[in-house]
């Protein structure tokens, strides 16, 4: 092979470097592109950029006035999305689908539930309604069931305190420090009842200690009512 005179050996050198390097950064594996969406970025937006968005407090919360069975609940005063919940408990009692809760239905959802009909409990229920059990009477006496229950907001607002980032969750073990040592104190078996049913939130990782999911916790605690003065 000749080689051709108007190219040096330095010329030919240069080139040589850059065509390796060129091959070099074509053979480098790129990084992915979806880094930002790994799990550690996607904990660390979750702290910076909460997406649970905290209730502003409304000052001291005063539970409502007692009611009685014959008083009347105004619809402005009960929780839409409890609302939407007791739509589909109602349906679930009313096997026959004729709109009113009868003590058959009752007596059906109990054995459907693997449970052993209770009479006298069943007799209790329908004597409490005091009216034919359709769905308006239902939402009334669930109303009157949770009268000295606080609202989902203010129970939400009172356990965001745990908080620290706005992730609607807090260390199920941080929890259990708060009960049993502070306030008006539980012991251990006391507070594993008391949180016996609090939904856990799915761990990002397996170093995440266990976690409640305090929203879905508050949802499950609250009473019809909204906020009084709302």
């Known amino acids: ?12 050198e240069r080139r040589r470097r ?14 992915p592109s979806h880094l930002a969406d790994s799990e ?15 209730p502003e407090s409304s000052g001291h919360y005063t ?14 005063e009960l929780d839409i999305a409890k609302l ?27 054995t459907a539930l693997g449970n052993e009909p209770n009479e006298q409990l069943m ?21 009157r069931r949770t009268q000295e229950l606080d609202p989902e907001d203010v129970l ?25 040592n502070y306030g008006d104190k539980m012991t251990l078996n006391e507070a594993k009842e008391a949180l016996s049913h609090a939904p856990m939130a799915k761990p990002k990782s397996l170093e995440e200690p266990p976690m409640i999911d305090y929203p879905a916790f508050c949802r499950m605690l609250s009473g019809m009512r909204k906020r009084k003065g709302e």
């Open 156 to 180: 939400l607002e009172a356990w965001s305190k745990w908080d620290d980032h706005g992730t609607g969750k807090i260390e199920e073990r941080k929890i259990y420090e708060e009960l049993t």
């Open 40 to 54: 550690a970025m996607a904990v660390i937006n979750e702290i910076f950029n909460p997406t649970l968005k905290l």
């Open 18 to 31: 850059r065509t390796s390097s060129a091959r070099k950064q074509s053979q480098t594996p790129q990084p």
């Open 84 to 110: 939407a919940e007791l739509k589909e408990v109602f349906s679930l009692f009313d096997t026959d689908c004729d709109g009113l809760i009868s003590k058959e239905d009752l007596r059906f959802t109990y």
């Open 123 to 143: 007799e209790q229920m329908m004597q409490e309604a005091k009216e034919p059990l359709d769905y308006e009477a239902f939402v009334r006496l669930m109303s």
């Open 1 to 12: 092979m000749s080689m051709d005179p108007s190219v040096s050996l330095e010329d030919l």
């Open 63 to 76: 539970l409502p006035e007692e009611m009685s069975a014959d008083d009347h609940v105004a619809p402005h």
